[in-house]
Every structure is written in structure tokens, then in C-alpha cells.
């Protein structure tokens, strides 16, 4: 969300699209987002890091999937007739998020997207960069895929350390 703070913000909207996580909304810039599919079966990646589900053949394009309950430091996505991944962009990368499902393209005001809160900042917890708020229905939160994808590259290499540390 690069919004400034300082111009009006009346009539600026922003469009999230919204992935349930085990019950969860979570939000991505549609900017980010290239398209969602159903979920295709993964074929798996021998070694790799935990985060990392594997890879799909998606119109003769492989992309690496990320399980998005995982990288949120939960229970893995099922792989039922709900589930869904989205294929994104972060930084000219491409890969796949795999959710529960997708519900809709949400269009909200800047002026209801929000900065966490100082405590969940303060804390160190970065995997989502606003929240929105929405009357009469719970908060959506926007991930940071930025964040995500660093999740991904830290789950490879703090095995490998641990390996190399003596006494681990």
C-alpha cells in the first residue's frame, strides 16, 4: 500500500483480492496478483525448504508454490476442490500461493486501510502491512508478500545453519 498519507484520500480506492487462509481473510494488492486458479495437484521438491510445497506445470510454465497456512505459521492449505493458488509477482519473481479458496476482488477507500497497530509492529510481526477496517464485518488483512517471500528464503537457510552449527 503506497498511499500518502498527506493528499486527500476521499475518492482514492484500493482493490484487494481476498484469499481465505483456515477461516481467515487475507488480502493482495490485485497489482501483484497475475491470476488464480483451482488448485492443480503439486509435484513435490526432494529437500526443499519446508515452505516450499513444490512446483506446478501451469500452461507450460512451472511456477514454485508456496503453502500460504505454512508461511503464516500455521497448518498446511488442504488440497481439496476449494482450494486455490494465486499466482503473483514480488520484485519480477513469480510464484504461487496456495489458499483455502479465493472469495472476491474487495474495493475499499484509503481511508479504511490502516497501518497495524503499533504493539503488532513493535513486535516484530511483519507478515501483514494494513488492515482494513470493514463495518459490520471482520478486519481483512493485507499480506506483505514481500514478507512472505523472505519467510520462504529464511526457511531454507536456517536448517542448513543449524547443520553447520556445532551442537545444534
Not at 479465493?102 to 486501510?113: Q, T
Amino acid at each position: 500500500m503506497r498511499i500518502d498519507r498527506d493528499e486527500p484520500r476521499s475518492d482514492v480506492q484500493v482493490e484487494l483480492a481476498c484469499l481465505e487462509v483456515h477461516g481467515q481473510v487475507f488480502g493482495v494488492e490485485v497489482q501483484q496478483i497475475r491470476e488464480i486458479v483451482r488448485a492443480p495437484a503439486v509435484t513435490p521438491l526432494p529437500n526443499a525448504p519446508a515452505l516450499l510445497e513444490g512446483v506446478i506445470d501451469l500452461r507450460g510454465v512451472i511456477v514454485p508454490i508456496v503453502d500460504l497456512g505454512r508461511a503464516l505459521g500455521g497448518a498446511p492449505i488442504e488440497a481439496d476442490a476449494a482450494a486455490r493458488i494465486a499466482l503473483v509477482e514480488v520484485d519480477g519473481l513469480v510464484f504461487g500461493l496456495r489458499a483455502g479458496g479465493a472469495s472476491d476482488v474487495l474495493a475499499v477507500a484509503a481511508s479504511d486501510v490502516q497501518s497495524p497497530p503499533a504493539l503488532v509492529a513493535q513486535a516484530g510481526y511483519e507478515a501483514v502491512r494494513a488492515v482494513v477496517r470493514r463495518h459490520g464485518a471482520p478486519p481483512v488483512l493485507v499480506l506483505s508478500l514481500e514478507h512472505v517471500l523472505e519467510t520462504v528464503y529464511r526457511s531454507g537457510i536456517e536448517p542448513a545453519a543449524r547443520e553447520a552449527s556445532p551442537g545444534a
